[in-house]
């Protein structure tokens, strides 16, 4: 099995492509974002949301992680990840634009929107609160790269089952966020991921 090799560099080159394609989808008018392709599928800004509402229940995890842990010298140009966390890792990852396994979403990770009751104001909040919490995880990147990254775990949000140590769990979450580009994509072009 091929080893993942995990830079903050990458990680941050790819955050930023996220930020721009995010900027380009607050500018789509407003049924393009609220419109999903069937009625059992998610719009733009339910998937939006639903990286929002995934993020949250990590942001405290990262944020007491990063206060705990010890300063260091070494800046490590690469983390080598865990197998199992690569495993999950890849299970995210879209391949060249597909994504190749299809995962439930767990309830406590589906959008609450009511798409009928929305406006401008509401889709822009949605973006907003995008914007400040993966900026959250960009800075969580940057400040970790002084750290002494294995000496605390994160849990993930399904559970124990994942512990991550952090250069894995900002992985794991760029490669779900670029998950749900893709899905956006589908959205837009009218094809179901």
Known sequence: MAKLYITP????????????????????????LTTPLD?????????????????????NKLEAALQNLPDTENDPSEFKAR??????????????GVVKWKLKTLKRFEPLLDLSQLDQG?????????????QHLKTCILESRNKELKKTKI??????????YLPECYEFLICHIERHMVQIEGILSGIHQ
Do not use: C, M
């Open 9 to 32: 560099e990458n990680q941050i080159q790819r955050l930023n492509g996220v930020f721009l394609k995010v900027q380009e989808l607050q500018n789509l008018p407003f049924t393009q």
């Open 39 to 59: 009625p059992k599928s998610w719009s733009v800004l339910e998937v939006i949301e639903h990286l929002n509402k995934s993020y949250l229940l990590y942001y």
């Open 83 to 96: 197998v199992w966390q690569k495993i999950v890792i890849e299970a995210q990852r879209p391949k060249n």
């Open 122 to 134: 509401d889709a822009n909040k949605v973006f907003e609160d995008f914007n400040k919490l993966h």
């Open 155 to 164: 849990t993930s949000a399904i559970g124990p089952i994942v512990l991550f």
